[in-house]
């Protein structure tokens, strides 16, 4: 049962323009949402999140916008550059009532972004 | 500040060995959690240490195991390593502290078992 999707596999974009990154939840317990980026063996990189009380949240380049009756939250990168080319991970956590998620995110598939100069 | 750090970076066992992995969270980071990450599962929630005490535990057998110092490093365990084993495993770190916290991954450590 994979809660979180990222039904992009692949996404290609040019430089400078907008990149469009989506994901899709099912598990309405779902509070908190991050997205990362990660390169072939290394960690992935927090970018930017979001709480369930928020409908958008910006910095920098980045924006994430949340849509919490349609379970879709969407990353933009504007504008896109080379050095974006990377896996990109959606993320999402319940807190409990204590307000705390006991660590466990749960993960997208990933989408493959290229940027091309 | 130092990010996470794992340790070893990469690690070639046999098939019903154990393993060790060693991951020291950012300095004043309470909760360490672990991850799997393989081709097939993606990532995958291993378990969540907090002041030295497991407070969440992922889908993964018995085999797997890990526990937490007084000082917030952590480390993980398996036992009889099976080839299904070969993985990036990934610890990430947060404050734990208000609501919401992001968590940082370290590089990872790279298992193949043989």
């Known amino acids: 049962d994979q809660q979180v999707k990222q039904n992009s596999p692949s996404l290609s974009v040019q430089e400078g323009r907008i990149s469009i990154l989506n994901c899709d939840y099912t598990?309405?317990?779902?509070?908190?949402f991050l997205w990362y980026k990660k390169y072939p063996a290394e960690g992935p990189t927090f970018l930017i999140s979001?709480?369930?009380?928020?409908d958008k949240n910006e910095d920098g380049r980045f924006t994430v916008f949340l849509n919490k009756s349609a379970k879709h939250l969407s990353l933009h990168i504007v504008p896109s550059q080379p050095g974006d080319s990377a896996v990109y991970f959606c993320?999402?956590?319940?807190?409990?009532?204590?307000?705390?998620?006991?660590?466990?995110?749960?993960f997208g598939q990933g989408t493959i972004l290229t940027v091309h100069p | 500040k130092a990010g996470v750090t794992q340790t070893p970076r990469y690690l070639i066992k046999t098939r019903g060995q154990q393993v060790t992995l060693s991951c020291s969270p950012i300095?004043?980071?309470?909760?360490v959690s672990w991850y799997q990450q393989t081709p097939g599962q993606g990532l995958q929630f291993l378990f969540e240490y907090f002041s030295e005490t497991q407070r969440n535990k992922g889908n993964f057998p018995g085999r797997f195991s890990g526990r937490q110092f007084s000082n917030s490093r952590s480390e993980m365990n398996v036992s009889t390593l099976e080839l299904g084993d070969s993985a990036l495993y990934l610890c990430?770190?947060?404050?734990?502290?208000?609501?919401?916290?992001?968590?940082?991954f370290g590089p990872g450590t790279r298992l193949t078992v043989l």
């Open positions: 300095s004043g980071h309470r909760s």
């Open positions: 598990n309405s317990m779902f509070d908190y």
């Open positions: 993320a999402a956590s319940t807190t409990n009532a204590g307000g705390t998620s006991y660590g466990k995110l749960t």
């Open positions: 979001i709480s369930s009380i928020k």
């Open positions: 990430a770190s947060s404050r734990s502290s208000g609501t919401y916290n992001e968590q940082f």
